[in-house]
């Protein structure tokens, strides 16, 4: 989530906001250090530091600091099963900030950066944090999280589904496709449009580990970009859409065209995770997205 995008937007547009972050968590907590929520005078609020019960007081916290106006960093800690009942136990300390509209430029400076970015907090005379933008390292706070590069070619109906699958998800996607006008006229912003004449050359110029999934309109075309891609052998993840059969003839004329079995053995195709039924773009999205996540938890993930 970009914190501070959400809380210029709910200062612009309601007048003040509040940060409520996990400054540490010990045992069975719901979130670890660094989750954040962004709560607005209306109720309404982005992100989650873990919901149930933590949350629902978190946020009920974050309306009582909101109603006493801008003022120094609160802090609370909570066990999780003695103070709120829940069973998964653990404990969680977490500050509460507010900001109003005076806050607007320092908040828009760090949303600038985002994400990701790191700062180093200092506590104010007036109690508030003070946060000086700063490179990553240990035991500074973090903002945002690395986001794998993926290239996706083809903007059919599953590759539009795909987009908005992977909208909430920690992907940066440059979606490509030959023909024009085959985007749709919205797109998420972590969506980058490519309108390319030869698709596979995006193959050459993508940064090491990314991501490539392929379902484009041409069955020849899918060939030359999946066999450029499993050529590279520098990859995370290479996905084709289609059946099994297709799997077979792919690989059949890669094999002519002299790949190694290596590098055939890093096509995934089918794509998506087994065990789900249906074959309507939506559907199709959400296992090739949650396979994407799998793929992003053994290694994929890159900067």
């Known amino acids: 989530m970009n914190v501070f995008s959400h809380i210029a937007s709910a200062l612009r547009e309601e007048g003040s906001a509040a940060l409520v972050s996990v400054a540490a968590a010990e045992g069975s907590a719901p979130r670890g250090a660094g989750a954040r929520m962004v709560v607005r005078p209306s109720g309404g609020f982005s992100g989650t530091i873990g919901g149930g019960a933590l ?3 978190a946020a009920a916290q974050a309306a009582r600091a909101l109603a006493r106006g801008r003022g120094p960093v609160s802090r609370m800690k909570m066990a999780l099963g003695p ?4 069973c998964c ?6 500050t509460i900030e507010t900001f ?3 806050d607007l430029p320092e908040i828009e400076r760090l949303a600038a950066v985002e994400p990701p970015f790191a700062t180093r907090t200092t ?4 109690g508030r944090l003070v946060r000086e933008i700063a490179a990553p390292a240990p035991g500074l706070e973090q903002f945002g999280e690395t986001a794998t590069p993926l290239l996706l070619f083809g903007a059919g109906h599953v590759g539009r589904a795909l987009v908005l ?4 998800l920690p992907f940066r996607v440059r979606w490509i496709d030959a023909r024009p006008d085959a985007f749709p006229r919205f797109t998420p912003a972590h969506v980058a449009l490519s309108q390319a004449p030869a698709p596979v050359a995006e193959i050459d110029a993508a940064p090491d580990g990314a991501f490539v999934v392929v379902m484009t309109h041409s069955h020849p075309l899918d060939l030359a970009i999946v066999s450029r891609a499993l050529a590279a052998e520098r990859f995370g993840y290479v ?3 289609g059946s099994g059969a297709k799997r077979a003839r792919f690989l059949s004329q890669m094999r002519q065209a002299s790949l190694n079995e290596a590098a055939l053995a890093r096509l995934t ?4 995770v087994a065990g789900i039924a249906g074959k309507e773009p939506a559907i199709i999205a959400a296992g090739v997205a949650a396979q994407l996540l799998q793929a992003r938890s053994v290694g994929g993930a890159t900067a």
């Open 239 to 241: 996905g084709l859409i």
């Open 165 to 168: 699958a992977l909208a909430p």
């Open 100 to 102: 109003d509209i005076s």
């Open 89 to 94: 136990g653990g404990r969680v300390e977490l």
């Open 269 to 272: 195709c089918p794509i998506g």
């Open 83 to 86: 103070q709120l009942g829940q």
């Open 55 to 57: 949350e629902w007081e």
């Open 123 to 126: 506590l104010g005379l007036d």
